[in-house]
């Protein structure tokens, strides 16, 4: 037996370890910094596994265009061949190259972006899943038999699994609000999946005829039910802990978005808030755990916390309040972008100090593309909630808004590099993309975007649900072909976005974070520019907190709070100089290294962006193909 796998056996060894030294420090409650620490140690290994040769993922782009300087513009490439193919290599590469089974964790990650993972894992097996229905198109099935695809569920369905003991629960607790509410969504994400691959592929005969005994209907449900209790269980907390962020003493209302800082009312949080209530009214199949004891029921303190009831109108009452509140606070700005929040001017300290104007009267203009994503999840599950066809307006003007901003009026024409506010020639960016000076906060920001633009224009239900007093609305056919109609006109734009983040990806299939670079010859960095040629920087005056940190001053702190305390939290992830490229972050520095290896270079998290947006051409458009 060689040393590597000698290396390899003693890796997995100190990684199973390492394990159960921290299930027993978490089990006797004293898991703190010192733990958290020792697993950040440990570095990932997991053998690189292979999708069958049946479904490996066919060039979505022509054998001739390489991912080097110089590439072809975005436009010039032919269609994908295979988006589904493409979308399961980006899921294997994300989950063989970044997860690892001994801490149920992607190391790298996060608190909170690994949240984020779960659900685009959980929402990535349900594209999966409906594929592979016995009714599906024979090319959307795949030349795989029904164990091999099933085996391939089970695989990831397992890590999520094992993640849900992997999450860091117990720090997330004392986080940012915006923090917890990623937890919920993840949570219920991972129980829609279940249930969309049990009716699909796993119908227990008690649907049949619900005489069966008890004994005999369990035996044929699929064994993942089991997980929903504990999945409904971290949902259902986690959305108690983040709603004692509601706070209607400054601005007449609206989530403060992290409870250690100066009152913050941001888009995020809000949005967060939206999609969390309206999701826990829909999917959350109830809660009868009554841990952990120390949330005491104030009636029988002795019975901890006490049942929650599934389909709660008090959820929907709260997604529908804070919609009204977002939507008339002003965070918009003229481009019809949500920019980033609120603070509240002269405030300085609350009772013991100045509560200042009491107003959201100081606004933050920066603009983030996943401040334009995730409030579509939230306006979709109100219009399944209510049957309004408002919230399906205002989602479809906010997408206009987006693609617009991408820049895709300007795609071809000499003002096509220029910055038009979330991209240039119809390419999505992040504003830190092009310098490279992203943290893992705006490396997850894109793929957000994509997976709650994809829930909205999944189409509409042509059959209900109910359940007791709960019905949730269908659409009729106008309604049904009106929603399709708008979000097809995405198309265009969708694979656009798809093929300028496919073609970053480096030898091991990772994904980068800056897609609008491929479509850009980068030997004009080099040389003069033209106005022809003229590569547009976005503007840099505002204050880019998530990924440069929170300042330190009196409109972002508390007037206790002390410089040394302020650190730990609130920069996690933020890029630091020495792990910027050595050639420096200037895109005209030269052209013989690869601008998505600058900073943090490919993360779990640019990984997963890639993901998103594959799932979302796949899901919104090529999949009726």
């Known amino acids: 037996m060689g040393p590597k796998s000698w290396s390899h056996k003693l890796l997995l060894a100190s990684c199973f370890s390492l394990l159960c030294i921290t299930t027993l420090l978490l089990f006797y409650g004293q898991a703190g910094s010192s733990s958290e620490q020792l697993i950040r140690h440990v570095r990932r290994y997991q053998p690189r596994s292979s999708l069958p040769s049946s479904i490996s993922a066919q060039s979505i782009l022509t054998e001739d265009l ?57 929402a990535t097996l349900a594209a999966m899943t409906e594929a592979w229905q016995p009714c599906a198109e024979s090319h959307h099935r795949h030349a795989m038999s029904d164990p091999e695809r099933e085996n391939i569920i089970n695989r990831y369905f397992t890590q999520i699994t094992s993640f849900y003991f ?72 986690f959305y108690d ?64 916390l006490p049942p929650a009831k599934a389909h709660d109108p008090q959820h929907l009452e709260n997604a529908m309040e804070a919609y009204q509140w977002l939507k008339t606070s002003g965070m918009t ?15 300085r300290g609350g009772e013991n100090g100045s509560t200042g104007t ?23 599950g109100l219009w399944e909630a209510t049957g309004s066809k408002t919230y399906l307006e205002d989602g479809h003007e906010l997408v206009h808004n ?51 633009f994809t829930i909205f224009c999944t189409p509409l239900p042509r059959t209900g649900r109910s359940e007791g007093d709960f019905k949730a609305f269908i659409a009729d056919n106008d309604l049904f072909t009106w929603h399709q109609l708008n979000c097809e006109k995405y198309g265009r734009w969708l694979r656009h976005n798809a093929r300028a983040a496919y073609m970053t990806r480096d030898e091991q299939g990772e994904f980068g974070t800056w897609w609008g670079i491929q479509g850009r010859n980068r030997h004009s960095y080099k040389t003069g520019m033209t106005q022809e040629s003229a590569f547009d920087l ?30 730990k939290n609130d920069e996690d992830g933020v890029t630091t100089a020495s792990e910027k490229h050595p050639g420096g972050n200037d895109i005209s520095a030269g052209i013989s290294w690869d601008p998505n290896d600058r900073g943090r270079g490919r993360t779990v998290e640019t990984q997963s962006g890639g993901l998103a947006i594959l799932r979302a051409l796949w899901r919104v458009i090529d999949r009726k193909g």
Request: charged residues 20%; proline residues 5%; hydrophobic residues 35%.
């Open 66 to 122: 390489t991912r080097v300087p110089g590439a072809v513009a975005v436009d010039d490439l032919s269609e994908p061949s295979d988006t589904f193919a493409a979308l399961l290599e980006a899921l294997d590469v994300m989950q063989s190259h970044f997860y690892t089974i001994c801490q149920g964790q992607w190391p790298d990650a996060i608190d909170w972006t690994a949240a984020v993972l779960g659900a685009q894992v959980s």
């Open 166 to 237: 992997g999450e860091n629960a117990f720090s997330l607790r004392t986080q940012a609000y915006d923090d917890m509410l990623w937890v919920v969504l993840g949570w219920l994400e991972g129980i829609q999946f279940i249930n969309l691959h049990s009716d699909l592929h796993h119908a227990s005969p008690v649907d049949a005829d619900p005489n069966l005994k008890t004994s005999q209907s369990n035996s044929s449900v699929w064994y993942a039910h089991q997980f929903i209790p504990q999945f409904a269980h971290r949902a259902r907390l």
């Open 241 to 304: 802990l983040a709603s004692r962020g509601w706070d209607s003493s400054l601005c007449g209302g609206g989530m403060v978005w992290n409870p250690h800082l100066a009152p913050y009312k941001n888009a995020i949080t809000n949005q967060l808030y939206i999609s969390a209530s309206v999701n826990m009214y829909l999917y959350f199949p109830g809660d009868t755990n009554p841990s952990p004891f120390s949330f005491k029921n104030p009636v029988r303190p002795e019975t901890g």
């Open 333 to 347: 700005n003229w481009k019809g972008l949500y920019t980033d929040g609120f603070h509240i001017r002269g405030w």
């Open 358 to 380: 009491r107003k959201c009267d100081l606004r933050e203009e920066h603009v983030y593309t996943y401040n334009q994503g995730v409030i579509l999840s939230g306006l979709r």
């Open 402 to 452: 987006v693609i617009a901003a991408t820049g895709w009026n300007t795609r071809g024409t000499q003002w096509r590099w220029q910055w038009s506010g979330l991209g240039r020639n119809g390419v999505m960016e992040e504003a830190c993309d092009s310098t490279g000076t992203c943290s893992q906060n705006g490396h997850t920001f894109k793929g957000i975007f994509f997976h709650h």
């Open 538 to 567: 976005p503007p840099d005056d505002n204050t880019d907190y998530r990924n440069e940190g929170v300042p330190v001053d009196q409109i972002w702190r508390r007037p206790e709070d002390q410089i040394w305390q302020l650190r």
